[in-house]
């Protein structure tokens, strides 16, 4: 009676075969991963820079923190950088000498370590 079963190369083929559509996958894979984190965090920088903005047109002064954003309702929560994943690396942009109304935060930049696929920091976004 022949045994059923695989031999030991129809079971190193298959691994070889599994081995290989690996290293061709997970390198895609990552790259697509990190790729939405800067698309996410392009997306974060510019609904908190409008709301800076409507801010500005609405009480004539730029807001002291993010914090000021959400008790005002331009923002639902504070938001977090998606690349470092925590809501505290945010660099706060005070707005340039001598503009009118003054007021703590002119713009909102990614603290993040690093540079994106493209080369430019996170911090140039």
Not at 35 to 62: F, H, M, P, T, W
Request: aromatic residues 8%; glycine residues 10%.
């Amino acid at each position: 009676m022949k045994a059923k079963g695989f031999t030991l190369v129809e079971l190193l083929v298959v691994m070889a075969i599994m081995a290989v559509l690996l290293t061709v996958a997970l390198p895609r894979y990552f790259n697509s991963v990190e790729r939405s984190r800067e698309v996410a965090l392009q997306q974060s920088l510019n609904v908190v820079r409008d709301a800076i903005d409507k801010y500005y047109g609405d009480r004539g002064k730029y807001p002291e923190s993010l914090s000021d954003l959400v008790q005002a309702r331009y923002l639902r929560s504070l938001p977090v950088d998606p690349v470092t994943g925590t809501g505290d690396t945010w660099v706060i942009v005070p707005p340039p000498a001598g503009s009118p109304g003054g007021g703590g935060m002119y713009d909102l930049r990614s603290g993040a370590p690093g540079k994106t696929a493209d080369g430019k920091s996170f911090s140039e976004l």
